[in-house]
């Protein structure tokens, strides 16, 4: 029966996510930006039936999904350096079906994450304030630059991304010595149970205010290039605040979904939202990442973690190349 509810709830999601997006696509027709782009997009990939770049999104969106949980990464940082480098998408499309690419990994894992007590509302919500205020900046600086200056920037972002996970690393319980004044006063601490040692973990921050400000620019790098920001949270919620790695990832996911909703509004209001891309691309990353989760436990994560390091350097070469007028 709990099986049966969640798969209509599923269900029902993907439904009213169609039925918003078809409302946002219609809508689009009466602003002139958007207009002249989705024809120029139309333009392009008019040589094929409707049906096959839907199709490809579907298959590509799925091994991605696949991929994302096996390398510990965020959906939408494949999604966008890939689509908008090998697809013949218009990049402002691809942004927007990224961070809704996201915005749905988010929502599906968020829930059951706070209901584990592994996501922190406490450290989520200065921190999603922040970012999400932000991310609406990032996303209305994203459309109003010429494609070319984004595809750049976006070919340098993923190849610093690609810099960022072959030297981060991960500490499971970060040596916090005392909390700072501002982490006290907000009351960002907290108690886990970690089953892996059997025992309850006691834990708080330290640096909140270096880690607010860095938030500012994580907010603005996923609202301008539709990435989702997984990558950058978890990083500055571990390394630099000492959260435990498992309370970083978890709160991490929870800040995705008020992140991602922010830039996601822009984008939808600005008609770069497209239904028969943005629909085939979640469902697609949604069963992915469940495929993901079975084969987690079979295989070896590094390996593919490597695989993923090659794959986004390959892309964020070609849009680095392809912003510059090269490739």
Same mark, same amino acid.
């Given at each position: 029966?709990?099986?049966?509810?969640?798969?209509?709830?599923?269900?029902?999601?993907?439904?009213?996510?169609?039925?918003?997006?078809?409302?946002?696509?219609?809508?689009?027709?009466?602003?002139?930006?958007?207009?002249?782009?989705?024809?120029?997009?139309?333009?392009?990939?008019?040589?094929?039936?409707?049906?096959?770049?839907?199709?490809?999104?579907?298959?590509?969106? &799925?091994?991605?999904?696949? &991929?994302?949980?096996?390398?510990?990464?965020?959906?939408?940082?494949?999604?966008? /350096?890939?689509? !908008?480098?090998?697809? /013949? &998408?218009?990049? %402002?499309?691809? =942004?927007?079906?990224?961070?809704?690419?996201?915005?749905?990994?988010?929502?599906?894992?968020?829930?059951?994450?706070?209901?584990?007590?592994?996501? %922190?509302?406490?450290?989520?919500?200065?921190?999603?304030?922040?970012?999400?205020?932000?991310?609406?900046?990032?996303?209305?600086?994203?459309?109003?630059?010429?494609?070319?200056?984004?595809?750049?920037?976006?070919?340098?972002?993923?190849?610093?991304?690609?810099?960022?996970?072959?030297?981060?690393?991960?500490?499971?319980?970060?040596?916090? /010595?005392?909390?700072?004044?501002? !982490?006290?006063?907000?009351?960002?601490?907290?108690?886990?149970?970690?089953?892996?040692?059997?025992? %309850?973990?006691?834990?708080?921050?330290?640096?909140?205010?270096?880690?607010?400000?860095?938030?500012?620019?994580?907010?603005?790098?996923?609202?301008?290039?539709?990435?989702?920001?997984?990558?950058?949270?978890?990083?500055?919620?571990?390394?630099?605040?000492?959260?435990?790695?498992?309370? !970083?990832?978890?709160?991490?996911? &929870?800040?995705?979904?008020?992140? %991602?909703?922010?830039?996601?509004?822009?984008?939808?209001?600005?008609?770069?939202?497209?239904?028969?891309?943005?629909?085939?691309?979640?469902?697609?990353?949604?069963?992915?990442?469940?495929?993901?989760?079975?084969?987690?436990?079979?295989?070896?994560?590094?390996?593919? =973690?490597?695989?993923?390091?090659?794959?986004?350097?390959?892309?964020?070469?070609?849009?680095?190349?392809?912003?510059?007028?090269?490739?």
């Amino acid at each position: 029966m709990v099986r049966l509810l969640k798969s209509s709830h599923i269900v029902s999601t993907l439904i009213m996510l169609f039925i918003l997006f078809s409302v946002a696509a219609v809508s689009a027709s009466q602003i002139p930006e958007a207009a002249s782009v989705a024809a120029e997009t139309a333009e392009t990939v008019a040589q094929r039936a409707w049906w096959f770049w839907p199709l490809i999104l579907l298959v590509l969106s &799925f091994v991605l999904g696949v &991929f994302a949980v096996l390398a510990g990464v965020g959906g939408g940082v494949l999604y966008v /350096p890939i689509v !908008s480098g090998f697809l /013949p &998408f218009h990049l %402002d499309f691809v =942004r927007g079906a990224g961070l809704i690419v996201a915005l749905a990994g988010a929502l599906a894992a968020g829930p059951g994450l706070l209901r584990k007590g592994m996501a %922190d509302l406490r450290l989520a919500i200065p921190m999603a304030l922040i970012a999400s205020t932000c991310a609406i900046f990032g996303a209305m600086i994203g459309l109003a630059l010429p494609t070319h200056i984004v595809q750049t920037l976006l070919g340098a972002t993923i190849l610093g991304i690609v810099v960022i996970m072959i030297k981060a690393k991960k500490s499971e319980f970060p040596d916090v /010595p005392e909390a700072d004044a501002l !982490s006290q006063a907000l009351r960002i601490n907290g108690i886990y149970h970690e089953p892996t040692i059997k025992k %309850d973990v006691e834990w708080k921050v330290h640096r909140t205010p270096m880690a607010l400000i860095l938030f500012v620019l994580i907010g603005i790098m996923a609202g301008m290039f539709g990435l989702g920001a997984g990558w950058a949270n978890v990083p500055v919620l571990n390394l630099l605040m000492g959260a435990p790695i498992k309370i !970083s990832v978890a709160t991490s996911k &929870f800040l995705l979904s008020i992140t %991602d909703t922010s830039a996601a509004w822009i984008y939808l209001n600005n008609g770069a939202v497209l239904p028969l891309m943005v629909v085939p691309s979640v469902i697609g990353i949604m069963f992915g990442s469940f495929v993901g989760v079975k084969i987690l436990a079979v295989t070896k994560p590094a390996i593919i =973690r490597i695989l993923v390091i090659v794959v986004l350097g390959i892309a964020g070469l070609k849009a680095l190349l392809k912003g510059l007028g090269i490739g």
